[in-house]
Nanobody, 124 residues
Framework: QVQLVESGGGLVQAGASLRLSCAASGRTFSNYAMGWFRQAPGKEREFVAAISWSAGSTLYADSVKGRFTISRDNAKNTVYLQMTSLKPEDTAVYYC?????????????????WGQGTQVTVSS
């Protein structure tokens, strides 16, 4: 059974940085793309970033491009989301997800497993 556990969320001021981590277990981590999604109150869950199984390619939502960086350490079964220049509109619960085999895009329905989420709050 796949488990994904996020950590690193918190309350920060606008302009600050945070790094989220997601530790995975249950199947061969390096075989699957990983993604980060977020959901703000009253809004649908949205794509943030994705990284291929080998970390050879990454994909970002336009709203975070240039500010967020997704990376992975296959030896540690962990994916990261480095967030800089945070804005109040980045406030949301952030979810880590593991994709179906051979998928590395932005559609949340193509992600099989999800973490419990970690809250990120950015004050103005």
């Amino acid at each position: 059974q796949v488990q994904l556990v996020e950590s690193g969320g918190g309350l920060v001021q606008a302009g600050a940085s945070l790094r989220l981590s997601c530790a995975a277990s249950g199947r061969t981590f390096s075989n699957y793309a990983m993604g980060w999604f977020r959901q703000a109150p009253g809004k649908e869950r949205e794509f943030v970033a994705a990284i291929s199984w080998s970390a050879g390619s990454t994909l970002y939502a336009d709203s975070v491009k240039g500010r967020f960086t997704i990376s992975r350490d296959n030896a540690k079964n962990t994916v990261y989301l480095q967030m800089t220049s945070l804005k109040p509109e980045d406030t949301a619960v952030y979810y880590c997800a593991q994709a179906r085999p051979r998928y590395s895009g932005s559609y949340n329905r193509e992600y099989e497993y999800w973490g419990q989420g970690t809250q990120v709050t950015v004050s103005s």
